[in-house]
T-cell receptor, first 117, second 116 residues
Framework: GAGVSQSPSNKVTEKGKDVELRCDPISGHTALYWYRQSLGQGLEFLIYFQGNSAPDKSGLPSDRFSAERTGGSVSTLTIQRTQQEDSAVYLC???????????????FGQGTRLTVV | AQSVTQLDSHVSVSEGTPVLLRCNYSSSYSPSLFWYVQHPNKGLQLLLKYTSAATLVKGINGFEAEFKKSETSFHLTKPSAHMSDAAEYFCVVSDPGGSGTYKYIFGTGTRLKVLA
């Protein structure tokens, strides 16, 4: 597609349930990022994938959070046993991500608004 | 480790007056710097980026930013504010950090309000 696509756009789940959020990056982009934006807050880095390298998971807030990227394209962010504090907008971004090209901009999806009730 | 500080969480200006949104960064390497804008209920949009080719960077919608290495700053400016500029603005730094990977580090954002 022309841009980064995220699904679903909105998700309401009950506390304790697992959720999966999907991100389709721009074709050809090797770098993929997940961020979380809580109400009125800035963007919190969660995880970064670059090609076949081991992902940078340093931003994941707990072991209930995990992410995969299959075939170097689509990514799924999974939150297990959701808590109310997980409610936020989850943003995915992709970029060309070529190591030597440090100035490649990131293109963002519209986000998934997660509400845990 | 790289970081970015946006000095003002809220800025209010009158329509037609200049805009200044301040950003300072910390980086061990030559950083890449960006400004993104987020309008209410909209996605993030790139305003401009610093590519090391020129210290004064021009972006969309009349915005500019100047990279000042000596001051570790990358402030965003616009000569004359328009009502449509009301939004949240994020300063972003990205550099390799020596680990072979790099990620975009976002500031906490500055909410710009434009008064009629």
């Amino acid at each position: 597609g022309a841009g980064v696509s995220q699904s679903p756009s909105n998700k309401v789940t009950e506390k304790g349930k697992d959720v999966e959020l999907r991100c389709d990056p721009i074709s050809g982009h090797t770098a993929l990022y997940w961020y979380r934006q809580s109400l009125g807050q800035g963007l919190e880095f969660l995880i970064y994938f670059q090609g076949n390298s081991a992902p940078d998971k340093s931003g994941l807030p707990s072991d209930r959070f995990s992410a995969e990227r299959t075939g170097g394209s689509v990514s799924t962010l999974t939150i297990q046993r959701t808590q109310q504090e997980d409610s936020a907008v989850y943003l995915c971004a992709s970029s060309l991500g070529v190591y030597l090209q440090l100035n490649t901009e990131a293109f963002f999806g519209q986000g998934t608004r997660l509400t845990v009730v | 480790a790289q970081s970015v500080t946006q000095l003002d969480s809220h800025v209010s200006v009158s329509e037609g007056t200049p805009v200044l949104l301040r950003c300072n960064y910390s980086s061990s390497y030559s950083p890449s710097l960006f400004w993104y804008v987020q309008h209410p209920n909209k996605g993030l949009q790139l305003l401009l980026k610093y590519t090391s080719a020129a210290t004064l960077v021009k972006g969309i919608n009349g915005f500019e930013a100047e990279f000042k290495k000596s001051e570790t700053s990358f402030h965003l400016t616009k000569p004359s504010a328009h009502m449509s500029d009301a939004a949240e603005y994020f300063c972003v730094v990205s550099d390799p950090g020596g680990s072979g990977t790099y990620k975009y580090i976002f500031g906490t954002g500055t909410r710009l309000k434009v008064l009629a």
